[in-house]
């Protein structure tokens, strides 16, 4: 099993973007000295902090837009943790340019990268790249066909709808071969299937989505990975909120307030987004937002999130890693970002100290 954490870089309202950059190094120190597999860092444009009486911001307030750079500093100062990002956007990058950057980040940190890939359902950060969202799928199959090209051949030669490349030759290759380990988020019905057609390891959540529902999604990716002849049973990665504190009430108290904060917040996101250019009926954003604008804190609890004393989190991570099949479990720590920064850190010591050991 591995064991991570999700880094937001949280840009906290009222603090300044140092602090930010501060509080995000801060967490990788943790995850390398509490003994944790890796990090995953996060992709988010475009994310200003706002009042937190204005519980409609657009996406999560964050100075992560450039993750692979914040990586690069993460694997300078650590010596042995793992190091992602939950998920590169392909969509917005340019593909020979990620193949450089993150193949000269798989060289650097002699092979302690993972590349995490996923289309994001941000839509503000395709309008701000001046990029249709509606383009986003066939953006996101071109681009990963064009890095694993540049991975995995001396030369390539590539001719598709948004790029073309002649007898280009990337340098540096990857330290990890063929290629650093690739995981692919799933949100939408459509591709849970697909990616178990493909043989990708996934990368899941508990956002737009509750338990008993990827239950059922993730039956239908293992069902296709079989399908398609694949060994194994698939590889699963579940992202989940988790806060530890010294009791049960204690943290429940704590994550109130942030969390119903972030979960009626994602729900407006997923109302305003429905009918956008470039939204599908897949998504399924008007369903969701309905539901989350629903939810109570204790439904969340029982089919979103972990939380409670080291005990609690110990039987729920067991009982959800049984359920669900995986074979990782990375804990988002500050869902909402109102939750102090000691607090924080207390919980992440917490989980590495107390709740991992137990889990091993």
Known sequence: MHYGLIMECDYRYGHSQEEAFDEAFAMADAAEKGGLDGVWLAERHFAAPRDPLDAAGAGIPSVVSAPLIISTAIVARTERLRVGVAVNVLPLNHPVRMAEEIATLDQISHGRVDFGVGRSGFMRAYEGYDIPYGESRERFQENLEIILAAWTNERFSHKGKHYTFNDV??????????????????????????????????????????????????????????????????????????????????????????????????????????????????????????????????????????????????????????????????????????????????????????VVPALR
Not at 217 to 234: I, P, S, T
Not at 242 to 256: F, R
Not at 308 to 335: F, K, Y
């Open 169 to 354: 030759c990337v340098i540096p290759k990857p330290y990890q071969q063929p290629h650093p380990p690739l995981r692919m988020a799933a949100t939408t019905k459509e591709t849970f299937p697909q990616v178990g057609t493909w043989g990708y390891p996934i990368f899941v959540g508990l956002r737009g989505l509750d338990r008993p529902d990827l239950v059922n999604l993730l039956d239908e990716y293992r069902k296709a990975w079989k399908d398609a002849g694949h060994a194994g049973d698939g590889d699963v990665y579940l992202r989940i909120p988790i806060y530890v504190g010294a009791s049960q009430d204690e943290a429940y108290a704590d994550a109130e307030e942030s969390t119903m904060r972030s979960y009626r917040r994602m729900a407006q996101n997923f109302a305003l987004s429905a009918s956008a250019a470039g939204a599908t009926a897949s998504e399924e954003r008007a369903a969701r937002g309905e539901a989350l604008a629903a939810v109570t804190y204790q439904e969340l609890i029982r089919d979103r999130l972990a939380y409670g004393s080291p005990e609690g989190v110990i039987s729920q991570l067991t009982d959800i890693s049984e359920e669900l099949g995986l074979s990782g479990i990375v804990a988002e720590t500050n869902v909402g970002e109102l939750i102090p920064r000691e607090k924080v850190a207390r919980s992440i010591d917490l989980f590495c100290k107390e």
